[in-house]
């Protein structure tokens, strides 16, 4: 990864320079009117986690979207459960 605009944390508007620091989000949903589209494409550094103040309500918001069945990839709930799991 080199160092780039695109590597700008969302969080704190840093940098993120270590590589396996370096949490992104693709697309959640296409659908402008779910909650958890807002979250689509974020970059964060895992060091500012902690800071994060949506990180509750997006750990609540993805629960919610497996749990009512709207996520669908080719490995079931997992990618998203996973990137659950990361962000607690």
Known sequence: M???ESNTCDITG??????RSYISF????????EPLHQFNFMKMDKKHL????????FIEIATKYL???KWNDH???KV???LINKIK
């Open 2 to 4: 080199f160092v780039s």
């Open 67 to 69: 749990e009512e069945g």
């Open 14 to 19: 840093e940098t993120i320079t270590d590589t």
């Open 26 to 33: 693709g697309i959640f949903t296409s659908d402008a009117n």
């Open 50 to 57: 902690s800071q994060w103040p949506d990180r509750r309500r």
């Open 75 to 77: 490995q079931g709930t």
């Open 80 to 82: 998203l459960q996973d």
